[in-house]
């Protein structure tokens, strides 16, 4: 069963409370999409700051996925982390106005971790994927994988 567990930035941030689990890789349709199998699950940690008079979340991820090597087209396994800070901001529509760098999260909005956690996971995925040597070309594999991205 899976629990729909949801915040809201302001609270968390004021109360300066964490919220961590683990949300299997199965139960994100739309992550599954970009990987070759849907095994495995990510682990979270969502921390509520208190920072003089900045509210911030930082999210801390980590998990492993595996996905279709760029060139070879086996199975890979690499690993999907991800650390990010986000400033809670009264409203999304004027921190954009400001052109603030940071990334944010509206203070009063709730946020349902399940589906911000695919969002994130989405967004960083590596573009491609490939093994440090791949089988097929002939070249012997040591059980070593490495992975690069295309920048
Ligand atoms: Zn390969």
Request: with cysteine; net charge negative.
């Amino acid at each position: 069963m899976q629990q729909k567990m949801t915040f809201q930035p302001k609270t968390l941030a004021l109360a300066e409370r964490e919220i961590e689990g683990a949300i299997a890789i199965a139960e994100m349709p739309r992550l599954k999409t970009a990987l070759a199998k849907d095994c495995g699950q990510l682990c979270f940690v969502i921390a509520g700051k208190k920072n003089g008079d900045e509210l911030v979340i930082e999210l801390v991820m980590d998990g492993e996925v595996v996905v279709f090597c760029g060139r070879c087209l086996e199975h890979l396994t690499i690993p999907l982390r991800y650390t990010g800070r986000f400033l809670v901001v009264q409203n999304a529509a004027k921190a954009e106005e400001d052109d603030l760098v940071n990334d944010y999260l509206e203070s009063e909005e709730t946020m349902n971790i399940h589906d911000w956690l695919e969002d994130e996971a989405i967004l960083n995925l590596p573009f491609s994927a490939f093994h440090a040597e791949c089988k097929i070309m002939g070249i012997s594999s040591r059980n070593h994988v490495t992975y690069s991205s295309i920048e």
